[in-house]
């Protein structure tokens, strides 16, 4: 995962519902002291009495408060809790103060059930709902009976429509902001939530792909030490009691020397594939001659082609020069490349190697010619697949060298590739210099 991801789904976008509801509440304490304070403006211009102004520009002050102690991340719940006790205080005096049932007091009640709806948590919702609702009820039944005084404060029809229409406009606008925010936050992070998912599927799948190619991997590994180990230990007991002539017996040891030598390559490989995935190989950068070093891997991978009496030969275009290089990894790519290129050609077969040196490039290109690589295999030649494969004498291999070469190339900002026709294949390896 990039860093741009990693910062996308980092902790703090992604949070639960006690989390989304805390955020939640900061936005409606702050709401709440916003319309505490229009609400009052509104009273003055209507003429209203001034104890209501003050009464509501009071109640704001508190729930202003309890924005900046939920912004503290402290005491979400229990603030929560006493701000609606404060309110149900301050909706009582507006009550008597206001008119009564008759007033506009009633719309604070549907603000109430949207709070205990979607902020509340536990036992403290069923109670805040139900009390909130005895507490309207008991209101509205002691003013109908006689028992409660409520002051008038309209003059006229017109004027308590007013009341009315401004108060109903200020609440909805409160409810609708409240609502949208909850619902728009929530539904952005379970959108950010299926992609995470929907990702951590394709890299469960990713590496459970991998398993099962390193299991085959160890499977072709143990299929491929056990029979050369098995057939050595077998052939020095029997040479030990003296069962071969000394003409079988140099037979016999060029066979060993040949497994052997697969054996070297393939354990190199997968050491070398090993470090790589763990990354902790520290690279072996050396000033390097250019044509010496790459005159070095010719006549090391020489002495593997002679089995085949095919011939390496060298070309370079360009001036000499001495530059520093990652030298570990652009050996192990080299030689994986000319080992394919020797395991692929027939015997007897010559294979280009080229070395291009320019002002800022240098190229090697191994070039053997042979059948085309089908291409259904072009598009997965650098994946790493655990699989068999046989040369043009059967020589056997893992699969291994060519992801290996490819993810040492790209861990290094080296640019491998290839071209096939039905002619030749070509092989080329660049590093700016």
């Not at 719309?107 to 709806?117: A, E, K």
């Not at 609502?179 to 799948?205: G, V």
């Not at 080992?339 to 070039?367: C, M, P, Y």
């Amino acid at each position: 995962m990039s860093k741009e991801q990693d910062s996308l789904f980092s902790e703090d976008n992604f949070f639960g519902l006690p989390q989304l509801q805390e955020r939640v509440a900061l936005l409606f304490t702050l709401l709440a002291s916003i319309l505490m304070v229009f609400l009052a403006i509104s009273d003055f211009f209507l003429g209203l009495n001034t104890f209501l102004i003050l009464l509501k520009l009071g109640l704001a002050i508190p729930f202003l408060a309890g924005y900046f102690i939920v912004k503290s991340g402290k005491y979400y719940q229990p603030v929560l809790n006493v701000l609606l006790v404060i309110a149900h205080v301050g909706i009582y005096f507006n009550y008597i103060n206001n008119d009564g049932y008759r007033g506009p007091t009633i719309y604070t009640y549907f603000i109430l059930i949207v709070v205990f709806s979607v902020l509340l948590r536990g036992r403290a919702k069923p109670a805040w709902f139900f009390g909130s609702l005895i507490a309207y009820g008991t209101m509205f039944y002691l003013e109908v009976q006689g028992y409660l005084t409520v002051v008038r404060n309209y003059a006229d029809i017109p004027s308590l429509y007013l009341d009315h229409l401004i108060t109903i406009l200020w609440c909805s606008l409160f409810i609708y902001t409240g609502l949208y925010l909850f619902i728009s936050r929530y539904k952005k992070q379970t959108e950010q939530l299926e992609d995470l998912s929907r990702r951590q599927n394709e890299t469960l799948q990713q590496i459970q792909q991998v398993n099962e190619e390193k299991n085959r991997l160890l499977a072709l590994l143990a299929h491929d030490l056990k029979n050369p180990i098995g057939t050595l230990s077998t052939t020095l007991s029997l040479v030990d009691e003296g069962f071969f002539e000394k003409k079988e017996l140099d037979k016999i040891l060029r066979n060993l020397r040949e497994q052997s030598y697969h054996l070297n390559k393939v354990l190199n490989n997968t050491l070398s594939y090993v470090m790589t995935e763990l990354d902790t190989e520290p690279q072996q950068i050396e000033e390097v001659d250019l044509i010496g070093f790459t005159e070095e891997i010719r006549r090391a991978m020489q002495v593997q082609a002679n089995h085949k009496k095919q011939r390496l030969e060298l070309e370079v275009n360009g001036e000499n020069q001495i530059v520093p290089l990652e030298i570990n990894e652009i050996s192990i790519i080299l030689k994986n490349l000319l080992d394919n290129a020797i395991k692929f050609s027939t015997i007897g077969a010559h294979i280009f190697f080229t070395l291009e040196i320019q002002k800022d490039l240098v190229r090697w290109r191994i070039v053997n010619e042979g059948i085309e690589i089908p291409q259904e295999s072009q598009d997965e030649i650098f994946v790493f697949q655990a699989k068999t494969s046989y040369g043009t004498t059967k020589e056997k291999g893992t699969g291994l060298g060519l992801p290996l070469s490819k993810k040492i190339a790209e861990a290094n900002g080296f640019t491998l590739d290839f071209e096939s026709s039905s002619f030749k294949t070509v092989f080329f390896l660049e590093k700016s210099i």
